[in-house]
C-alpha cells in the first residue's frame, strides 16, 4: 500500500499535457497514410547506388513508401575478386549468398557499459568463408568486410537488417574504408 507522502508526491506538479490525444490523432494519420503505400516493389521501382560499401540495389528500404517498417534488405554486388567497404551498425545482419564464393573478415567488439559506452574490437578479424545458397551471421556493431575470393566471378550478396535499432535511438552506423569498387583495389 502507498505511502500518504509517495501518494502526495504522485499528485504533484501543475504542468498539462495533450501527449495521448496526439497520439490517437498521429495514430488515424499513420493509418491513411498507409493505404497509400505500396504492398510490392517491382525489380525496375528498386534503385542502384554506387556506395562507399559497394555497387547495391534497394530491393527494400525506408525510402521506398512500402508498408514495411521493421527491414532494410538490399542487394550487394561484388565484382570479381572485389571487396565490400567496411564497416560496423548496431543493427545484427543477416546475409544470404545468392551468387559467387568468397569470405568475410569479422573483427568482433566487446562491449561494456559503465559511464559511457566502451567498445573495443579485436584488433585480428575471425574469416568465414561462404559460398552461394549459405547465410552469414553479423553480431551487432561488428565490423565486417566481404571479399569476394573469384578472380573470374561476380558475387551477390543480399543484405538484411532492422530499422527497429535505429527507431529505438540506436542509429550507429560507421564506414570505416571503402569498397574495392571506389578505392580502384
Known amino acids: 500500500m502507498a505511502s500518504n507522502a509517495e501518494r502526495a508526491r ?3 506538479g501543475d504542468l498539462k499535457a495533450d501527449y495521448f490525444s496526439r497520439s490517437l490523432a ?4 499513420f493509418r491513411a497514410a498507409e493505404q497509400e503505400r505500396h504492398n510490392y516493389v517491382k525489380a525496375a521501382e528498386m534503385p542502384w547506388e554506387d556506395s562507399a560499401h559497394g555497387l547495391i540495389k534497394h530491393l527494400l528500404n525506408a525510402e521506398m513508401n512500402t508498408r514495411e517498417h521493421c527491414l532494410d534488405i538490399y542487394m550487394l554486388f561484388l565484382e570479381e575478386g572485389g571487396w565490400s567497404g567496411k564497416h560496423r551498425h548496431l543493427s545484427e545482419e543477416l546475409l544470404y549468398v545468392v551468387e559467387g564464393e568468397g569470405y568475410d573478415l569479422h573483427w568482433d567488439v566487446n562491449f561494456d557499459c559503465q ?6 574490437w579485436h584488433k585480428e578479424p575471425s574469416r568465414h568463408d561462404w559460398k552461394e545458397g549459405q547465410f552469414i551471421y553479423i553480431p551487432p556493431y561488428t565490423l565486417h568486410r566481404h571479399f569476394n575470393a573469384h578472380p573470374d566471378k561476380p558475387a551477390r550478396i543480399i543484405s538484411v537488417t532492422s530499422r527497429i535499432v535505429k527507431a529505438m535511438g540506436f542509429d550507429w552506423f560507421d564506414q570505416i574504408e571503402e569498397s ?4 580502384g583495389r
Not at 498521429?26 to 494519420?29: E, K, Q, R, T
Not at 559511464?115 to 573495443?120: T, V
Request: aromatic share 12%; hydrophobic share 40%.
Open 26 to 29: 498521429a495514430s488515424a494519420a
Open 115 to 120: 559511464d559511457a559506452y566502451i567498445w573495443d
Open 10 to 12: 504522485s499528485l504533484g
Open 180 to 183: 574495392s569498387r571506389r578505392t
